[in-house]
């Protein structure tokens, strides 16, 4: 950092504490010129299906890759409608619209910004196909109602799980609750690429091997290509990487934890804060987010950033109501939870590496602005 402004993330400081680990990770790919494919994509593949649980994993290009040959595996065509979320980042619903089927958005729950199951059940048709829970900042969602129904409905569940590697729902990692389970390497994921990265995970053998198949031009076998597919492997340097860091995970997801509470300690009262984990489920904390409402949510952020410290809105435009899908029909008033949460969230520091001493300076100036302005 050339200031001393607290960032939402500091990629640079992980870095550094395990900076021998990642340089010699770096330095045998490229020894071994093991760039595309190779034994770091298969030995991450392996070590990754372990880490979520299920029996296999396909490396991909990114997470939005991961959701996309979701879908395509899954036979998800023109005017089929899948279900999600209207509170998540753009890709989850932008590739559903790529294949011109169409998302249909529930509203939320107030307390955890998930799907909320009990409106999914009146937007199944006979068109419906899919379900996408988004395990949003960090918090799994509701996924024993989300299961029933779409057992009950012969429907697939695709998990994005983007935000929310190594978060577990009653014991069990997510990704691995569904059908698939899509997760992002972006630098800024909980789990970080030098670049971007992503993985599907799942049970079932034949979507493992269709996505393969999708991700590498429609090929299981060198020259032969028996379907149309795309480009989207991810790097060897990128999986050696992520071999590196995964050991260091479970201890990071530990940390984001302990700052989480920390915040909430301090915070509670003062702002909404994030509700905590029960016995259901067990949050990685991609995100820290509270609320504050009475439009005074971006006089907060402004005061902030002046004071040194960053946050960040996500997401300021629910999906319902983005340009890019306006032909959809959804309307302000669509979805009021979604809606407000849009108006009211701010999300604060967190990183592995932040200091308790650094979180209790951000919850002083929160807590400062609140009790004079
Ligand atoms: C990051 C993210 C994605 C997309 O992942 P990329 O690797 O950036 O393509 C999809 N859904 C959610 C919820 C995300 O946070």
């Known amino acids: 950092m050339t200031d001393k402004k607290i960032p939402m993330v500091d990629l640079f400081a992980q870095y550094q504490s395990i900076k021998n680990e990642i340089d010699r990770a770096i330095n045998t790919v490229i020894k071994e010129s093991s760039f595309v494919g190779g034994r770091f994509i298969e030995q991450f593949e392996i070590d990754f299906a372990n880490f979520c649980g299920t029996k296999h994993a396909v490396a991909l290009n990114s997470g939005t890759d991961a959701l996309y040959l979701s879908l395509w595996a899954l036979g998800i065509k023109k005017g089929d409608e899948v279900i999600t979320s209207p509170f998540s980042f753009f890709a989850t619903a932008e590739v559903i619209s790529r294949f011109s089927a169409k998302p249909v958005f529930v509203d939320i729950e107030p307390n955890t910004f998930n799907l909320n199951p009990d409106q999914i059940k009146k937007n199944i048709t006979s068109k419906t196909k899919a379900i996408i829970p988004v395990h949003l900042f960090g918090r799994p969602a509701n996924m024993k109602k989300i299961m029933?129904?779409?057992?009950?409905?012969?429907?697939?569940?695709?998990?994005?799980?983007?935000?929310?590697?190594?978060?577990?729902?009653?014991?069990?990692?997510?990704?691995s609750l569904g059908d698939i389970g899509c997760f992002s390497f972006f630098p800024s994921k909980n789990l970080a690429a030098y670049g971007d990265g992503g993985a599907v995970v799942t049970n079932d053998q034949n979507l493992a091997e269709s996505i393969k198949k999708l991700r590498n031009h429609g090929s299981a076998t060198k020259y032969k290509n028996e379907s149309i597919g795309v480009s989207s492997r991810l790097d060897g340097i990128q999986a050696a990487i992520l071999l590196a860091k995964l050991p260091h995970l479970n201890r990071w997801n530990q940390s984001r934890r302990q700052i989480a509470k920390k915040y909430t300690q301090l915070l509670k009262g003062f702002v909404v804060t994030p509700s905590e984990d029960d016995n259901e489920n067990f949050s990685v904390y991609h995100q820290y987010t509270i609320q504050i409402k009475n439009g005074r949510r971006d006089r907060l952020k402004d005061y902030l950033s002046k004071n040194g410290v960053s946050a960040m809105v996500y997401y300021p435009i629910p999906l319902h109501l983005m340009p890019a899908l306006k032909d959809l029909g959804y309307k302000p008033g669509s979805f009021p939870i979604a809606e407000k949460a849009s108006s009211e969230v701010l999300s604060l520091p967190i990183y592995p590496e932040l200091s308790?001493?650094?979180?209790?300076?951000?919850?002083?100036?929160?807590?400062?602005?609140v009790q004079t302005s």
């Open 148 to 175: 029933k129904l779409a057992i009950d409905n012969s429907l697939f569940v695709i998990e994005d799980a983007c935000q929310a590697i190594g978060a577990k729902y009653k014991e069990q990692k997510v990704g």
């Open 356 to 369: 308790m001493a650094k979180v209790a300076q951000i919850a002083q100036l929160i807590k400062g602005y």
